[in-house]
């Protein structure tokens, strides 16, 4: 099974900025729509966002649009996740994920964990 290499995260204040990126152990691998989960502590697991294999699609939870955006690099089969403006709201741990769009989801990365403070 692919493995994802994620890197990113970190501790951010109210409205700054942090990025995401995760790519396949395996640089040919494929997928529909890689992207991203995330877990707040004491909630479920929730979607965030996701981008087609030609990019030509992305799909955002309704509480991100506007703020985050994911985009891809096929040169290095990496996938980004540009997070902006960001809340307490937002903190989470944020998992990548190899069809983050299908039900049920794909292979998971091991998280990283996001933290906003106000």
């Known amino acids: 099974q692919v493995q994802l290499v994620e890197s990113g995260g970190g501790l951010v204040q109210a409205g700054g900025s942090l990025r995401l990126s995760c790519a396949p152990s395996e640089r040919t691998f494929r997928s529909y729509a890689m992207g991203w989960f995330r877990q707040a502590p004491g909630k479920e697991r929730e979607f965030v966002a996701a981008i087609s294999w030609t990019a030509q699609s992305t799909y955002y939870a309704d509480s991100v649009k506007g703020r985050f955006t994911i985009t891809r690099d096929h040169a290095n089969n990496t996938v980004y996740l540009q997070m902006d403006s960001l809340k307490p709201g937002d903190t989470a741990v944020y998992y990548c994920?190899?069809?983050?769009?299908?039900?049920?989801?794909?292979?998971w990365g091991q998280g990283h964990q996001v933290t906003v403070s106000s």
């Open positions: 994920n190899t069809d983050a769009h299908s039900n049920p989801p794909g292979a």
